[in-house]
């Protein structure tokens, strides 16, 4: 399994108690989702790791996961690991949700603009996630927030957005676009 095929749940942020448990940080939306698990891929120095999950508390954003056969000395060592499973175990969206890596290669069609260009890559901003557009060579970049995204069309792949007046004119005034 390549983290290609994965996305990251979270990752383990502390040892718990003497008995080789740890504390998982769940990076999801809905932690509660994930409450039937028995395996997680563990991000080691040698690649994705399958861990078997003995028990799983969930409170909240975190979890106390008993691996099996996980020592105490084990468990310090694997702090700070980044968690994986695999995209097929991702709950399905509907309506205009989507997960940011569904939608790369989609086109991206403005309310007032028309096909403004293709999705290479969600770009993570502290402020906003935006979407990263390309247009014959040109960068275009759209904030993913509710008001902008108007319609998620998954069968044919078309994001239909209304971008902030003037937005995409910034970043095509100097072309013939």
């Given at each position: 399994?390549?983290?290609?095929?994965c996305f990251?749940?979270?990752?383990?942020?502390?040892?718990?108690?003497?008995?080789?448990?740890?504390?998982?940080?769940?990076?999801?939306?809905?932690?509660?989702?994930?409450?039937?698990?028995?395996?997680?891929?563990?991000?080691?120095?040698?690649?994705?790791?399958?861990?078997?999950?003995?028990?799983?508390?969930?409170?909240?954003?975190?979890?106390?996961?008993?691996?099996e056969?996980?020592?105490?000395?084990?468990?310090h060592s694997?702090?700070?690991?980044?968690?994986?499973?695999?995209?097929?175990?991702?709950?399905?969206?509907?309506?205009?949700?989507?997960?940011?890596?569904?939608?790369?290669?989609?086109?991206?069609?403005?309310?007032?603009?028309?096909d403004?260009?293709?999705?290479?890559?969600?770009?993570?901003?502290?402020?906003?996630?935006?979407?990263?557009?390309?247009?014959?060579?040109?960068?275009?970049?759209?904030?993913?927030?509710?008001?902008?995204?108007?319609?998620?069309?998954?069968?044919?792949?078309?994001?239909?957005?209304?971008?902030p007046?003037?937005?995409?004119?910034?970043?095509l005034?100097?072309?013939?676009?």
């Amino acid at each position: 399994m390549t983290q290609d095929e994965c996305f990251q749940l979270g990752k383990i942020t502390k040892p718990f108690g003497f008995k080789g448990q740890v504390v998982f940080f769940l990076d999801v939306d809905c932690p509660t989702d994930y409450e039937g698990l028995d395996a997680v891929f563990v991000e080691t120095k040698s690649g994705l790791v399958p861990y078997f999950i003995k028990e799983l508390n969930i409170n909240g954003n975190k979890a106390v996961v008993t691996f099996e056969e996980l020592t105490a000395d084990e468990a310090h060592s694997l702090v700070g690991c980044r968690l994986f499973l695999p995209l097929e175990m991702l709950p399905k969206l509907t309506g205009n949700k989507f997960y940011f890596h569904e939608v790369i290669g989609w086109h991206v069609v403005d309310a007032e603009k028309g096909d403004i260009g293709t999705i290479e890559s969600v770009m993570e901003n502290p402020a906003q996630p935006l979407f990263q557009i390309m247009k014959n060579g040109v960068e275009i970049l759209i904030p993913i927030i509710d008001p902008v995204i108007k319609k998620v069309d998954r069968k044919e792949k078309i994001m239909y957005i209304e971008a902030p007046n003037g937005l995409i004119d910034l970043y095509l005034q100097n072309t013939n676009q």
